[in-house]
């Protein structure tokens, strides 16, 4: 059934972006890709980068240098080369997508020997990786898949009910995934909490009910006034009774403990590499539900319906081509203001 290439594709280098210490990041040359009958060759169009890719750059690997130079990107879409002859579900011509985590499997991009900054990515176990693209999406869109499905599943873990208040902190690319997937459900009454000016507008674009910014207003006495008031022994809160904390400031998740409402739902998705001082005391007594978030729903491919039924292309500000890979990585680090930045890694592939 499926379309077959039974020779690899020939290519004269294979470049991919590599960390080779703290703050060393490399267009390098490297080998080419030598895969296995359950794995595809695919032809990448385009990766975003990620805030995780900036901390492994800053740390000069996963959990710090390794043996070897690590390779990035994980957020991508491009069109299969070559299946190996145990595939079944894609072929070659197919536009596709990338599962890149699996709870068993190497995570590509994230400390495995591939990386989607490359233009030619060895894919293991293809089947299970990845996913189709329909015809109507373009191929530098698709590549939002993986975190927007890292937002939606930020969401799930929220347990948001209808008709309730909910607060995303932190509108870089994951906090503006879960209010798209929130807003996308019916829920009317999501407010973002972000100091970027830029941020702010980009999340009331996707359908937030309010924007604060938490260097101005009072982030509880905004939440109240939006979602009105609860009571609790020590004073009302705001009654905001789910809150996706995308931020990675300690001090916010803090603070969320120290004013959310009895019986609220927190959803952790930022990074926080750091313990985190946290009331516990008052975990207790207003029973709040602190639940982490990694990774994706269930169905991955939801991500996909998602990006057929609105247009998010929005979220894209800044590009860049794969030879400036290091320098989106530099820029994204010193930038607060951008939305997702993208490396158009083949420009014919659409």
Request: aromatic residues 4%; negative net charge; contains cysteine.
């Amino acid at each position: 059934m499926q379309r077959r290439q039974t020779t690899k594709p020939e290519v004269d280098d294979v470049q991919q972006v590599r960390i080779h210490g703290p703050g060393d990041v490399r267009v390098d040359d490297v080998a080419e890709p030598d895969p296995g009958p359950r794995d595809a060759l695919v032809r990448v169009a385009a990766c975003g980068i990620c805030g995780s890719d900036v901390s492994y750059v800053r740390m000069g690997g996963v959990a710090g240098p390794g043996p070897e130079p690590m390779c990035l990107g994980h957020e991508l879409a491009g069109v299969v080369a070559w299946v190996g002859s145990e595939v079944r579900s894609v072929g070659v011509g197919d536009r596709v997508v990338v599962q890149p985590g699996m709870a068993e499997l190497d995570r590509i991009g994230n400390g495995a020997p591939q990386g989607g900054l490359t233009p030619l990515l060895h894919v293991p176990e293809a089947d299970r990786r990845l996913h189709q693209v329909p015809d109507a999406l373009a191929l530098d869109v698709a590549a939002l898949a993986e975190p927007l499905a890292v937002g939606m599943h930020a969401a799930d873990q929220a347990e948001v009910c209808p008709g309730d208040g909910v607060a995303v902190f932190g509108c870089g690319p994951i906090g503006l995934a879960a209010i798209a997937t929130l807003v996308d459900r019916g829920h009317e009454r999501v407010v973002a909490v972000e100091p970027s000016p830029a941020r702010r507008a980009l999340a009331l674009d996707l359908g937030a009910q309010a924007a604060i910014d938490p260097t101005v207003d009072d982030v509880w006495d905004a939440l109240a006034s939006l979602h009105g008031s609860a009571p609790f022994m020590f004073g009302p809160t705001a009654a905001t009774a789910a809150f996706v904390e995308a931020s990675g400031v300690d001090a916010v998740l803090s603070d969320i403990v120290d004013h959310a409402a009895v019986g609220a739902r927190v959803s952790i998705v930022g990074l926080h590499y750091a313990p985190v001082p946290t009331s516990f005391l008052l975990v207790l007594m207003k029973e709040l539900t602190l639940r982490g978030s990694i990774e994706y729903p269930p169905r991955f491919a939801d991500a996909i319906d998602l990006l057929m039924r609105r247009d998010l292309r929005g979220l894209i500000t800044d590009r860049f081509a794969l030879e400036d890979a290091p320098e989106a990585l530099a820029m994204l680090e010193r930038s607060r203001d951008c939305g997702k930045v993208l490396v158009t890694v083949d420009p014919t592939l659409r």
